[in-house]
Antibody, heavy 119, light 113 residues
């Protein structure tokens, strides 16, 4: 059974770059689509983007200029970088799996990691 | 972008009673070539990640109790909990996967009356 675990700093300074990694266990990262989704405290869900094992990416246009998602198939993990962060980027960040670009519902999800943007 | 609008924002239902959550998309999420609705429902309990309940608008995931059902087509969808249990207290989200950017509804909080 595939499991996902996010890791990274819980505090990021304004204007700096948020960096998170999602480690995939129980299955190969190859052949699937891997997304980042975030949820500001007490608010709803926002899809950030996804990556395929070939490196193909698709980003939410609202964040595209600041987002980079990459994959390391040798380590069975993928990563998120979000640059020039502000307080509005404070959120729980989740990684999640989907099967195909036309089957982009998310299952499973990682437990999530809270990232706070503050000086 | 396809905007997903859920209603109500919250509802309180007595144990054993029916709970109905609505989700409306700004454009149809029905793919004509396969007659499938690209719509999923999730349940999120406090402190937990969302959990996939239903995909393709009405296909229940393995292990999901059959009191949960999804219906609708095109732009209008419904998640029904036929007999609310205490463990169903959660926020429920719909999500369209018809096109990117993938988008979610704002969520509906279900509580016990």
């Amino acid at each position: 059974q595939v499991q996902l675990q996010e890791s990274g700093p819980g505090l990021v300074r304004p204007s700096e770059t948020l960096s998170l990694t999602c480690i995939v266990s129980g299955d190969s990262i190859s052949g699937y689509y891997w997304s980042w989704i975030r949820q500001p405290p007490g608010k709803g869900l926002e899809w950030i983007g996804y990556i395929y094992d070939s490196g193909t990416t698709n980003y939410n246009p609202s964040l595209q200029s600041r987002v980079t998602i990459s994959v390391d198939t040798s380590k069975n993990q993928f990563s998120l970088k979000l640059s020039s962060v502000t307080a509005a980027d404070t959120a729980v960040y989740y990684c999640a799996k989907s099967i195909a670009p036309s089957w982009n519902y998310f299952d499973p999800w990682g437990q999530g990691t809270l990232v706070t943007v503050s000086s | 972008d396809i905007v997903m609008t859920q209603s109500p924002d919250s509802l309180a239902v007595s144990l054993g009673e029916r709970a109905t959550i609505n989700c409306k998309s700004s454009r149809s999420v029905l793919y004509s070539s396969n007659n499938m609705n690209y719509l999923a429902w999730y349940q999120q309990k406090p402190g937990q990640p969302p959990n996939l309940l239903i995909r393709w608008a009405s296909t229940r995931e393995s292990g999901v109790p059959d009191r949960f059902s999804g219906s609708g087509s095109g732009t209008d969808f419904t998640l029904t909990i036929s007999s609310l249990q205490a463990e169903d207290v959660a926020v429920y989200y719909c999500q369209q996967y018809y096109s990117t950017p993938l988008t979610f509804g704002g969520g509906t909080k279900v509580e016990i009356k």
